[in-house]
């Protein structure tokens, strides 16, 4: 079962065509929710950090939030350069460790001009 | 330039060759990580190590091992490889004892035959 679930898998926007990719989580207990943006052959590159329902974060045309099983980002006016695979990742809470990182499959976006 | 190596980039091998992988970063981070990437799949935690000498098992740690005697350095071991370890390895660090803001390394693409 997975503990992290992105949707959807692909999206396909016009430039311009506001949206949001949703990531929801089973773990019992969360230290962070990351997301990352990841371009073909490269690896991942972090742009937020959520610790607590209700948190926000911006940069230029993305905004992250958090509910107490869900994430969203958030995508203002695309551009094509805004293309690439978006990643979520959850940090668990598990007793005294410091508890492992969950990856969602990742939402594929395309923006077109 | 503030980065995460990895080397080899690419490696071809056959089943039961031990190999190992290095990851090298020059940020003085504490947490440094492994995750293997596969299509359909995403995302997954090998190993992570929250500081020197501390290490703890991902969600997928099965024919890895991993050892963290300095600081900047965080090897990766595969004593018998097998078929199904051909991947994409990502390794990761991150300045604090959590994955947070993590700075991922070009990738190493695997391939056991």
């Known amino acids: 079962e997975d503990q992290v679930t992105q949707s959807p898998e692909a999206l396909r926007l016009q430039e311009g065509e506001s949206s949001s990719l949703n990531c929801s989580y089973t773990?019992?207990?969360?230290?962070?929710l990351f997301w990352y943006r990841q371009d073909p052959g490269k690896g991942p590159e972090f742009l937020f950090t959520?610790?607590?329902a209700g948190e926000e974060k911006e940069k230029e045309r993305l905004k992250a939030t958090l509910t107490k099983k869900e994430s969203f980002l958030h995508i203002t006016a695309p551009k094509p350069e805004d293309s690439a695979t978006y990643l979520c990742?959850?940090?668990?809470?598990?007793?005294?460790?410091?508890?492992?990182?969950?990856f969602g499959r990742g939402t594929q976006l395309t923006v077109w001009p | 330039e503030a980065q995460v190596t990895q080397n080899p980039r690419y490696l071809i091998t056959v089943t039961g060759k031990k190999l190992t992988v290095t990851c090298s970063q020059n940020?003085?981070?504490?947490?440094m990580s492994w995750y293997r990437q596969d299509p359909g799949l995403g995302l997954r935690q090998i190993y992570y190590?929250?500081?020197?000498?501390?290490?703890d098992k991902g969600d997928v740690p099965e024919g890895y091992k991993v050892s963290r005697k300095e600081k900047r350095n965080f090897p990766l071991i595969l004593e018998s490889p097998s078929p199904n370890q051909t991947s994409l390895y990502f390794c990761?660090?991150?300045?604090?004892?959590?994955?947070?803001?993590?700075?991922f390394g070009p990738g190493t693409r695997l391939t056991v035959l």
């Open positions: 990761a660090s991150s300045l604090r004892t959590t994955p947070d803001t993590q700075y």
């Open positions: 773990v019992s207990g969360l230290r962070g």
């Open positions: 959520l610790y607590s």
């Open positions: 990742a959850v940090h668990e809470q598990r007793g005294s460790t410091l508890g492992r990182l969950y």
């Open positions: 940020m003085n981070h504490e947490y």
């Open positions: 190590s929250m500081n020197v000498e501390v290490t």
